[in-house]
């Protein structure tokens, strides 16, 4: 696994609210095989930072306005470890449908949620693997619209951790939202 973050000239890249057309940068970059089932999550932090997660290491310069790179694996962290947190997400629901007895999950049409139930939205998502012990969020535009959150955290599954880093976090994969990234927080 590879946790690349990218440098990338803002005149020279493609713009932050072009996420699909950067999302084909970013799969190109990491696999040219569209029929591969390469696992690939990128989040474009600031106009300046690209993050891209993927099981082979990003050939970085295929990306439009990409000019420096670090490469390291992604954290490990411990149960207990008080950690800081970041995700690009789209916080979407499912509206308007009961499960049926064939069917246990409920079918329905998917739609942003409101900034009031981002909190238990987040719950939901890291629910075994972190206790979200804060949470920011700021509002990047697009439809449907994405925030920047970050927090702080407590880590109660270091392995279902793990698995939220490698598989992302709501919907949007393919285009810039849902890579959950963690760092350890400073002590005081």
């Known amino acids: 696994m590879y946790l690349a ?7 020279r890249s493609t713009p932050m609210d072009q996420w ?3 999302g084909r940068a970013v799969r190109l970059a990491v696999d ?3 029929d591969s089932d390469a696992r690939v999550l990128w989040a474009r932090v600031s106009p300046t930072t690209l993050v891209v997660s993927s099981d082979t290491a990003p050939a970085w310069g295929k990306i439009p306005g990409a000019y420096a790179a670090t490469m390291q694996p992604p954290p490990r962290h411990t149960e207990g470890e008080t950690i800081r947190w970041e995700l690009i997400a789209a916080p979407t ?3 308007g449908a009961e499960p049926t007895e064939e069917d246990r999950r409920p079918r329905g049409k998917r739609v942003a949620l409101a900034e009031p139930e981002f909190e238990g939205w987040l719950q939901d998502k890291t629910a075994g693997a972190l206790r979200v012990t804060s949470a920011r969020w700021k509002r990047l535009g697009g ?3 994405r925030y920047h959150f970050t927090g702080e955290a407590v880590v109660e599954d270091s392995e279902a951790l793990q698995e939220l880093c490698l598989g992302g976090i709501g919907a949007g994969l393919s285009t810039g939202a849902g890579l959950l990234l ?5 002590t005081a």
Do not use: C, H, V, W
């Open 32 to 34: 040219p095989d569209p």
């Open 182 to 186: 963690t760092s350890t927080a400073p």
């Open 5 to 11: 973050r990218i440098s990338l000239n803002a005149k």
């Open 143 to 145: 439809r449907p619209a």
């Open 93 to 95: 629901g499912q509206r």
């Open 20 to 22: 699909a057309a950067m």
